[in-house]
């Protein structure tokens, strides 16, 4: 048994997963917002609670919003700031007695789809997630990319290639740059590049919807952002050619991107040929707390 855990912005799920892949627990609680004392202890409590439900315990892995620092050991680039410059694995390790990883929210995603998910069976795995934010991981036969400075995957924080003229400097980052891919990419830059070109403020979902039923602003809308995440990707096929790109997160759900992006990111892909599957994730909301559990091998 391995206990996962996804430390959200908002809320704190954890599950027992078995070696068969099998949820034999699973709990929710909301996450204690700005303190972090509480957060440890509502992380051991809720991994008590998950191994207690599930009469086996083991080791435990969590996916947190930020990275843990090579060279302090202590929690960066977290924007839930809280547990920035904390030691959260060791905290939790000593709360709870058992051994404790922690890796980036979209690494999890990343392994979780990579290990028995929609990328299972693939030796490179890219892992998108599109909603808030855009993050992704790499996984190698299985193993999750960090490198020497912990920032592996950080893709959401290059700039949009190809820019169009349109679209510099580009909007302004929470990260202190502009223009970067994730201003554009998660479902917030879909909802502001919708509201800028039309005056009208819509959910991504509700912009989904409009274009479906016809309306030709939100069909521009959604075509420019595949336009976009077209060219993201492109320059992520140049680099690692992975083998297959799995989306997550809220527009992951829209299924017309598994049919336009392939058609355009060629123009920008340095072959002659790219027979890269682009697909969506199979477990949807579970792949982070699933791939927190995939931390430790099973078990
Ligand atoms: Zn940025």
Redesign the pocket.
Known sequence: MRIGIDLGGTKIEAIALAGDGSIRARRRVPAPRGDYAATVTALRDLAQAVASEAGATGPIGVGIPGTISPATGLIKNANSVWLIGHPLDRDLAAATGRPVRLANDANCFALSEASDGAGAGHGVVFGVILGTGCGSGIVVDGRVLTGPNAIAGEWG?NPLPWPQPDELPGPQ???G?RG?Q?TFLAGTGLERDFLEQTGRDLKAAAIATAAEAGDAQAEAALQRYEHRLARGLAAILNVVDPDIVVLGGGLSNLDRLYRNVPKLWGAFVFSDTVSTPLVKNRHGDSSGVRGAAWLWPPA
Do not use: A, D, F, G
């Open positions: 924080h980052c929470y990260c740059k970067c994730e």
